[in-house]
Each structure stands twice: as structure tokens, then as C-alpha cells.
């Protein structure tokens, strides 16, 4: 039979015991927030050149009063360091700082700089001890002026290309080609005053093809290189369109639209003039030659010495 005069004796004790068992266990839990954790506001990070930016490592929680802090710069797998030992090194050395937690902050960034960056935390007082972040930085690149290739003359009714290219942008640019200082569309189709154009635009490629030129078609053109970080655009160059035709009595060929070309024959002035002259150089030497081969020269007596 229960005794209840030694139960209310014992009830002091196990209520002394209970307690003690809860402060033990309190005082001695170590809580998994106080492992190192470690968060960034971006995984992936886009910067101008010779813009700064900063790459941030924020510090969710740590007990260690002075955790060892460390950034790789990881470029075609091969990783090194960009702060080591409380100091910025390598490729960012004299051109970064850490910032408090321990954020890194580019002065200004280069192409080089594009690569994968991890910040490492060691805490040595943390069951939780250490943590690590990757993170991305993609630096664009402004376009640099565009080489443009664009002929001086072309005939009515033919084809002809003109293209344009720069490889320094990044990402790669889109490209745009202007016609008298207005932009052409992309498909003229869809713009009325272009509706009878015949060409074709790549953006990608940056070439401006004609399927059959038109009278219309000439005048100045340029190309513009353009991405996220600016754009660039060469010198307006001027492509003539001639007509090769001639008057119907003359039986010459016609290449077509006769609304826009003269009833007599005519060509772009540059072109005709220089195959003028050649053709007469070759007439005159030809005349010469021919003279001397027949012995029409003779001396005189008088020049005889």
C-alpha cells in the first residue's frame, strides 16, 4: 500500500531533479542556428565595364568572434585566389576591398573579370563550421565602331550585300542599318513607306541584302552595333545605283524598271569615266605601236650627227 506521508516527503526531491535535468539539457543544447550560414542577394550578377559592383557574402549567423574569410575566382574550372589571409590578391589586387561581413566590392570591372566567384567562411567555434557561396559575374562589353562593308556603286536591277561586324561587344550585339540617317526596319513589309523595298536585315549577322536594287535604293548608309552596355555605329558611306541601259533603237539590254531608268545610255560617273580613259590609253598605245611597226618614222639628215 502507498504511503502517503513518504510520497509528500519525496515530492521536494523530484521536483529539484526535474528541474535540474531541464538546465542541464538547456545549458548544454547547442542550437543549429549557430552553425555557419551564409546567403548572397544575387547568384547571378551582371556589371558595365569599368563600372564597380559588388559580390555579396552576408553572414546569416555565426558564433565564432573571427571566422577565417576567403574568395576564389574560378575562370575555365581552374580556381585562385582573389582574398586570402585579410588581403585582396590576385586579379583584383589594388582594385577591390572587403566589405564587412564579407562582401567583395570591384572599383572597376574588366572583361577578365567574368568568371565564378565563391566565398568561403570558416567558422572553428561553430558546430556547423563551415559554408560556402557561388556566385556569377557576367561583365558586358560596349561595342566598339563596326567595319562596314558597303559598295560605292550597283546596278539597277541586281543584287548586292552590305555587311557589317564587330567582335569586341558582349554580349554580342544586335545590329541595325540606317538609310539617310532613318532606320530601316527589319521587314520592310511592315512599314507602308518601305512596303516595295526588296531587302533582307540579320541582326544577328549584321547583313543588309538586296534581292534587286532599285533607283530608290541609293543614298548614305551606316550600321549600328548595339547591346546592353551602349551601342556603336560606323561612318555613313554613299552606294550610287546606275543605269547600264540603252536606248531601244541602239538595241541594248534592259534590266528592268524602266520608270526609273533614262532613255539613253548612262552609268554611274566614276566607274565611265575611269574605263574611258583606260580604253583611250589603250587606243593611243596601240596607234603608236602600230605606227613604229610599219617604219612610217624615218630621220631626217639633219639629225643625223
Known sequence: MFDTKKGLDLAPVLVLTFIGTQLESA??????SLGVI???????????EFEPIELT???????????RIEWKKIKNGIPSYVYFQNKISGDLENRAQLREPANILIFNTTRKDTAEYRCEVAAI??????DEILISLAVRVKPVVPRCSIPESVTVGTSTELRCLENEGFPAPQYRWFH?????????????????????????????KFRRVRKDDAGEYYCQAKNDAGHAQCHPQTME??????????????????????????VCSTPYFVLMSQLLTFVV?????????????????????
Open 27 to 32: 545549458c548544454c543544447h547547442v542550437p543549429s
Open 38 to 48: 551564409l546567403r548572397t542577394t544575387d547568384k547571378i550578377v551582371w556589371a558595365n
Open 57 to 67: 557574402c552576408l553572414i546569416e549567423s555565426i558564433s565564432t568572434n573571427n571566422p
Open 125 to 130: 567555434e561553430d558546430q556547423r563550421d563551415f
Open 180 to 208: 539617310n540617317n532613318e532606320e530601316l526596319p527589319q521587314d520592310p513589309k511592315n512599314s507602308p513607306k518601305y512596303a516595295n523595298f526588296s531587302y533582307a536585315i540579320n541582326p544577328d549577322t549584321g547583313s543588309l
Open 241 to 266: 545605283v546606275c543605269n547600264y541601259n540603252w536606248s531601244p533603237r541602239n538595241g541594248a539590254v534592259d534590266y528592268g524598271e524602266a520608270d526609273e531608268v533614262d532613255k539613253t545610255y548612262s
Open 285 to 305: 598605245l596601240t596607234s603608236v605601236c602600230f605606227f613604229f611597226s610599219q617604219g612610217h618614222f624615218r630621220h631626217k639628215s639633219s639629225f643625223v650627227i
